[in-house]
């Protein structure tokens, strides 16, 4: 009995003990709660349901603020355990963390946004200054997070709640989540876990305590879908060009972000729609009313202090419907390109294309102060259509209906700035037939070379090849090689230079002899020369078809191009007429036969029972002329009215026993007329037809129009009846 009353002293003592050490241990909390209260930025503390255990306090409910100046936050804790044996302690956790912001009145009532009223903040000098500076953009360091040496080893909260302001509606954005930390020998370890509206963040950061910075962020998971559109309007996303309209961006990446070095992955594609409307008053109006833009894979890993040392990997597409700009026809678009590399050094490739089978390649290299494009056009077939017309720069009159287009340049541009240092442009035209105007063409083969630096550019035809020619007539062979200089401040205003022209016709040859010249200069002249062509072959195409003849003949016409149409009183029978003949003239031209002469046949029917005149004696001369001289001048009026004085001299054998004879004829021929009435009288396209029909509709009604007017005003029949 009295060895269990000891055992029972003993325990009361202990008890006793333990008892007045709780009550210290709380007396002391308590006083530390309250002297923390007072030095720390806390207020309106509350706390309830306090139970205390060997392990640890355990307090039900918990309210605090905590901030400084107008920022203010209001934390709620529930199920608040703090473990307290052992310094620092050894792990605090909370079944439920709830952080919002205290709203005032004033913070209540949205704002009008930028975006949302028009305007545009005004950009303060020194911002305007500092973003014409060239900077050296660097990976950012990391914070010095001072972490409290007497920070509980362990935190773990299941139940994270944050409500943030968001500007596109009054109630608060929420986001919940998890929160876990854990301190180890040299480093601290925070596990962070958000999610709300779609969107996801899964965040693990390694802080190293000695040096007290943070050593590592790893992104095992975030996933954001963005209103981006909403965001804009609400003032939150500043810069965006004007008239740029993004619906929404939805992403998913991984990563890690330590010191010196970064890493991001997409785990899934990044998808953004968007439209973009050029804003009123530029010259160029782009719209794109539906477009998308779709990151395929992707990733950046830097591992140096510059951006400029980091290496990106992209596989991108994006689609838009309905382009429209003023130099296009409305048309779909797709593209779809990569990149990888380091940023001084990024390689880019991909295409473009549209509907139309127009599909460029290229391949580029793009660094921070210039990048460097190598392209390739897909051949272009005509068989089926014209995919270029898919400009509105292409003639209106230009038709193809065969042939095959291919190109491919090289193009460097400066950055910033995107000035043009060097262009190279390469494309070969095989085989091409079509119709210009009303004239049809087969077999053009071209090749075309241009070169431009940033002061000018040039342009060489080093050989132009023509199988046929129709325009009431056939021609054909041709030859062209030409070059063409010029400044880009004046573009027309070039230096042109012919190293060949030539064209096979009547079956001899048009050539021009090698010329030089500016296209500003007032009179540009030409020097062309007839060879060997056959008179038989020109008659021919005269539609009377009375006058068949034999014989070669050569010569040369001097061509002079007025860049301003001389004043003539003269009636021009078209406009068109008027804008190509009317600058071009002709003065002194030759044209002589060559040795031994030939033969000219005018197949002529006396009337009958009609006296015979000196002309039936003329046309029974030319009956069967055999002619040792036939020489011309040739001149052409701005009118059009091409003038021959025609020397010839021969005989007829038939005729007063071969006497002979010589003949001055001079001939007036409407050039425009001729060339059409040799359209209408030889086989010409249904297409070619329909052009001259309309143009000779259009000529008969200008002339009727200059008939009417140059017609007296009828007089009122009150004047007539006195």
């Known amino acids: 009995m009295e060895t269990l009353k000891s055992t029972d002293i003993q325990w009361l003592k202990i008890l006793r003990r333990t008892f007045v050490t709780l009550v210290l241990l709380i007396v002391v909390l308590v006083l ?26 355990r307090l039900a409910e918990m309210s605090l603020q905590t901030g400084k100046g107008e920022q203010w936050w209001d934390v709620q804790i529930s199920g608040l355990e703090i473990g307290w044996r052992g310094w620092p302690l050894p792990s605090v956790r909370a079944q439920q963390l709830q952080l919002a912001p205290v709203m005032n009145v004033a913070d209540q009532t949205p704002t009008a946004s930028p975006a949302a009223t028009g305007t545009v903040p005004a950009e303060s000098p020194t911002a305007e200054a500092d973003s014409n500076t060239s900077t050296k953009f660097q990976i950012p360091q990391f914070p010095e997070l001072n972490v409290p040496v007497w920070l509980p080893g362990r935190i773990e909260i299941p139940h994270l709640l944050l409500q943030l302001p968001c500007q596109t509606r009054k109630q608060l954005c929420q986001l919940q989540g998890a929160l876990l930390t854990s301190r180890e020998a040299s480093k601290h370890v925070i596990d962070l876990q958000l999610q709300g509206d779609g969107q996801q963040v899964q965040l693990q950061m390694n802080l190293r305590t000695q040096e007290q910075r943070l050593a590592q962020l790893n992104i095992r998971q975030l996933n954001l879908q963005l209103d981006v559109k909403a965001l804009a309007a609400a003032g939150w996303i500043q810069g965006l060009p004007a008239g740029l309209v993004p619906e929404n961006i939805q992403l998913q990446l991984s990563g890690y972000w330590q010191t010196d070095e970064v890493q991001l992955t997409l785990l899934q594609p990044l998808v953004v729609a968007f439209s973009f409307l050029s804003p009123a008053g530029e010259a160029a109006q782009l719209q794109l009313p539906a477009a998308q833009l779709q990151l395929q894979t992707g990733s950046l890993q830097c591992a140096g202090a510059h951006w400029q040392q980091c290496q990106l990997q992209l596989d991108a597409k994006a689609e838009v419907q309905k382009l429209q700009h003023p130099l296009l026809k409305t048309a779909d678009w797709q593209w779809q390109g990569q990149a990888f590399g380091p940023l001084t050094a990024l390689q880019l490739s991909g295409t473009i294309q549209n509907q139309q089978a127009l599909k460029v390649t290229y391949q580029a290299t793009s660094s921070p102060t210039a990048i460097s494009m190598r392209w390739q056009l897909a051949d272009l077939f005509f068989l089926a259509g014209n995919p270029l017309q898919i400009t509105r720069l292409w003639p209106e009159l230009l038709e193809l209906q065969r042939g095959k287009i291919s190109a491919e340049g090289e193009l460097q541009l400066q950055l910033p700035g995107g000035q043009l240092n060097q262009l190279r442009v390469n494309a070969k035209l095989n085989e091409l037939a079509g119709i210009y105007d009303r004239t049809a063409f087969a077999g053009l083969t071209v090749q075309l070379l241009l070169e431009a630096d940033p002061r000018s550019f040039t342009l060489q035809l080093p050989e ?18 030409a070059q063409y200089r010029a400044d880009w401040s004046a573009p027309a205003s070039g230096d042109v230079r012919l190293a060949q022209a030539q064209i096979g016709m009547f079956g001899g040859q048009l050539a021009l002899g090698e010329t030089q010249f500016n296209l500003q200069q007032p009179n540009i002249e030409f020097r062309l020369l007839v060879r060997q062509m056959q008179l038989a072959a020109l008659l021919k195409q005269h539609p009377s078809g009375q006058l068949l003849g034999e014989g070669v003949f050569s010569g040369t016409v001097p061509l002079r191009y ?20 009317a600058q071009w003239q002709v003065l002194g031209g030759s044209l002589q036969a060559e040795a031994p002469g030939g033969r000219l046949q005018y197949q002529y029917q006396p009337v009958p029972g009609q006296k015979a005149s000196g002309m039936d004696l003329a046309f029974e001369a030319l009956s069967d002329f055999r002619y040792q001289t036939l020489a011309s001048t040739v001149d052409l009026q701005p009118d059009g009215k091409v003038l021959l004085q025609v020397k010839l001299h021969g005989f007829n054998p038939k005729l007063q026993q071969g006497r002979p004879v010589h003949f001055n004829i001079n001939v007036e021929e409407d050039l425009p007329a001729l060339l059409t009435s040799l359209q209408l009288s030889s086989q010409i396209s249904d297409k070619v037809r329909q052009r001259i029909q309309q143009k000779i509709q259009q000529q008969n009604q200008q002339k009727a129009k200059q008939q009417n007017q140059q017609k007296p005003a009828a007089k009122p029949a009150s004047e007539k009846s006195q």
Not at 464 to 470: A, D, E, H, P, V
């Open 32 to 57: 530390l709660l309250l002297l923390g209260y007072q030095l720390l930025p806390v207020r309106q503390l509350q706390w309830s349901g306090i139970a205390v255990s060997w392990q640890q306090i």
């Open 464 to 481: 132009l090849g023509l199988r046929q020619l129709n325009h009431g007539f056939q021609a054909g062979p041709a030859r062209l090689a």
């Open 562 to 581: 007025q860049r301003t149409p001389p004043a003539s009183g003269t009636a021009v029978s078209s406009k068109a007429t008027a804008a190509s003949l």
